[in-house]
């Protein structure tokens, strides 16, 4: 494990805690920012599907309309 001195009165300290919550945080951090781009990207994904069935629906709609006239 990692030490460092104090020069003002050669005490020793450990690393505390709070840098392995502090590594944990930026994971946690970087866990939610992917998490985020991925939702994002659902979300976009499904309004192009929604516009690519409206537009499906509406050749459909032309064509039987077509049809149904000749």
Partial sequence: MATR???RSD??????VATATTGGFGFSMQF?????????????????????????VARFIMWRTMRKRH
Avoid: G, Y
Avoid at 11 to 16: A, H, S
Avoid at 34 to 51: E, G, I, N, P, Y
């Fill in 5 to 7: 001195s104090n020069h």
């Fill in 11 to 16: 005490q020793v300290f450990q690393p505390t």
């Fill in 32 to 56: 939610k920012q992917a998490t985020s781009c991925f939702k994002r990207k659902v979300v976009l994904t499904m309004k192009d599907l929604d516009l690519l069935t409206s537009l499906c």
